[in-house]
């Protein structure tokens, strides 16, 4: 079975910095796109940041371009989100998915295949 599992989500400080990763297993993910969502309550889910599966093209929402740089270790089945200069309005539930058919949008939620369950992050102001 498929399963997807984020971590590193936390309360943190205006300004400051978290690492989340997100650890597959069930299925090898290196041939596929990792994006990374997040929901704030009361709103829709949005993208936050996709990679391509040879880690080579990266993609962000332009909230975050600049403060959020997503990377991924194949050999270890794991892709990460850096999230520096945090500001409240980052605050949400952030969610991992992976995408393995070529030619989707990838920014587009329904573009993805497998999903975590989300961990929250926290930014105080």
């Known amino acids: 079975q498929v399963q997807m599992v984020e971590s590193g989500g936390g309360l943190v400080q205006a300004g400051g910095s978290l690492r989340l990763s997100c650890a597959a297993s069930g299925r090898t993910f290196s041939s596929y796109v990792m994006g990374w969502f997040r929901q704030a309550p009361g709103k829709e889910r949005e993208f936050v940041a996709a990679?391509?599966?040879?880690?080579?093209?990266?993609y962000y929402s332009d909230s975050v371009k600049g403060r959020f740089s997503i990377s991924r270790d194949n050999a270890k089945n794991t892709v990460y989100l850096q999230m520096n200069s945090l500001k409240p309005e980052d605050t949400a539930v952030y969610y991992c998915a992976a995408c393995g058919v070529a030619g989707r949008n990838w920014y587009k939620e329904r573009s993805y295949d497998y999903w975590g369950q989300g961990t929250q992050v926290t930014v105080s102001s």
């Open positions: 990679i391509h599966w040879s880690g080579s093209s990266t």
